[in-house]
């Protein structure tokens, strides 16, 4: 027999090479189902006494302590009970479904959401991620970029929504995440990724929605910072305009 030889047959080799296949069957199962921690079990359209989690199961509880203090326990039992303001077009398992009232508004479709902590998200230090920089006094725009407070906010069907009278940074990247505008009487914050800024032509475009819509846009509670939920349900309702803004949105391109 030769070097590292055990039998005739078995030698160190391959015993390492087995025992490389056995450790890593067993990480792809263990991450496969610690990825099930957050979403599982699913929720049947059949009946709610099935619990589709598939395989493997979903794992046992874990607590995880919060950078800012607390915990939270994943997976939880919470469900989210909020009712679905749209029905089914057919009788079929996975039918699509159809709006019954305002899909922006009710949280349907890409306009949805989850509901996250209602918290803001925090640096390091502690302090609210994302403020107006009327809080945030060391962010400035730089000089050789276009400044949009003051510039009207274009909706798709090309009428002024209202003009931009605030911008809404992010503390731990150097960027603007939401221009805060006055349209329509009311406040609203629009997501940077959802609006152009032309400078050329002195205003901010918005394709997602009409002028009106977006003057009906949900604000947040706190005038000086903005939490996870509210995050999450302002980009939901302006996201959900792609499809939403228009009936002509809802048909087919083809």
């Known amino acids: 027999m030769g070097t590292g030889a055990i039998t005739g047959y078995i030698d160190v080799a391959q015993l390492v090479l087995y025992a490389f296949w056995i450790f890593f069957a067993g990480l792809i199962y263990y991450l496969h189902r610690e990825n099930k921690r957050e979403g599982y079990p699913l929720i049947s359209d059949r009946s709610d006494r099935i619990t589709v989690q598939g395989f493997p199961s979903i794992p046992t509880p874990k607590t995880f302590l919060l950078t800012h203090g607390g915990s939270v326990t994943a997976p939880n039992t ?69 400044d949009p407070r003051g510039m009207p906010v274009i909706g798709a069907d090309g009428k002024v929504a209202g003009t931009v009278t605030e911008l809404w940074v992010d503390r731990s990247e150097p960027q603007i995440r939401y221009l805060e505008a006055e349209a329509g009487g009311n406040r609203v914050l629009v997501p940077m990724t959802m609006a152009r800024v032309h400078a050329n032509r002195r205003q901010v475009k918005v394709e997602s929605l009409l002028a009106h819509q977006i003057a009906e846009a949900p604000f947040v509670a706190n005038p000086d910072q903005i939490t996870k939920r509210e995050e ?12 939403y803004a228009t009936p002509q949105r809802l048909g087919p391109i083809l």
Not at 87 to 104: E, F, I, M, S, Y
Not at 232 to 243: E, P, S, T, V
């Open 78 to 146: 919470t469900v989210d009970t909020r009712p679905i303001a749209a029905k089914p077009v057919g009788r079929w398992l996975g039918a699509p479904l159809q709006p019954t009232g305002n899909p922006l508004h009710d949280a349907v479709g890409p306009a949805s959401y989850a509901e996250r902590e209602d918290q803001p998200e925090r640096t390091l230090d502690g302090l609210a991620t994302i403020v107006p920089m009327r809080i945030a006094i060391d962010a400035f725009v730089a000089p050789e970029d276009p």
């Open 232 to 243: 999450d349900r302002i980009c939901g309702y302006f996201a959900g305009g792609h499809l």
